[in-house]
């Protein structure tokens, strides 16, 4: 019996040794490699292949897990548009950053300083799967006055991508309402260098201009 038990806990920590060479070891000096702009290939090369994988319209992220030096079990979320870097978070494993936002907790994305959007914390874009409930929740309000309420609450608290904002104001039919949401949502985007894709989706060129208006007076006072 007592050989029993010990070929038992061998093959465990056999097991156990397996699945941990599995989680590759992350250095600091190649999480500060990764830069805005850079192409999917060039974070391959610095972090190697991704453990996850996701897609969210415009927007794709990957996910590392693995031991990040001085931190440990640690996680990294990449997040990319049109092949390149616009977001980056590292976190302890199991270990939340942010703390929920009052009607939907919050995901990993890129961030906007404070200083940027001008409030005192940190704004971080939706996860993909954070993204699709916040999206069917807004288009279950009856009424686009509380649909607007809603993405102006979460506005306050999170971030959003420039394809997330697209989507968005598609829920609207008039494009008054569109170019207010576009208006309200702008000083969270983490990825306002994409923000024409959203301001595409408006049907009258003088929305449009409005909204670019909107853009350069808020740029030039930050």
Not at 15 to 40: E, H, P
Not at 110 to 128: F, L, P
Request: aromatic share 10%; glycine share 6%.
């Amino acid at each position: 019996m007592k050989k029993i038990h010990v070929s038992a806990i061998l093959l465990l920590l056999v097991v156990m040794s397996s699945c941990a060479s599995l989680l590759a070891d992350f250095r600091n000096s190649q999480l500060m490699g990764i830069q805005k702009g850079m192409t999917q290939q060039e974070v391959k090369t610095i972090l190697g292949e991704p453990n996850y994988r996701r897609f969210d319209g415009g927007m794709e992220e990957w996910e590392y897990r693995g031991y990040l030096s001085k931190a440990g079990p640690s996680v990294i979320c990449v997040n990319f548009i049109d092949n390149r870097v616009i977001g980056l978070d590292s976190f302890k494993d199991g270990a939340p950053t942010v703390p929920p936002a009052p009607s939907f907790s919050l995901g990993i994305g890129g961030t906007v300083s404070a200083s940027e959007v001008g409030h005192s914390y940190s704004y971080r874009a939706m996860r993909n799967d954070e993204f699709a409930r916040f999206l069917n929740d807004a288009k279950s309000k009856t009424f686009d006055s509380d649909r607007t309420d809603f993405i102006e609450k979460a506005a306050s608290s999170t971030g959003f991508t420039s394809e997330q904002c697209r989507r968005l104001i598609k829920l609207y039919s008039f494009d008054d309402d569109r170019t207010k949401v576009l208006k309200i949502l702008y000083p969270s985007v983490v990825d306002k260098d994409n923000f024409s894709i959203a301001v595409d989706e408006l049907d009258f060129l003088s929305n449009r201009s409005t909204v670019k208006d909107f853009v350069k007076n808020y740029n030039r006072t930050k």
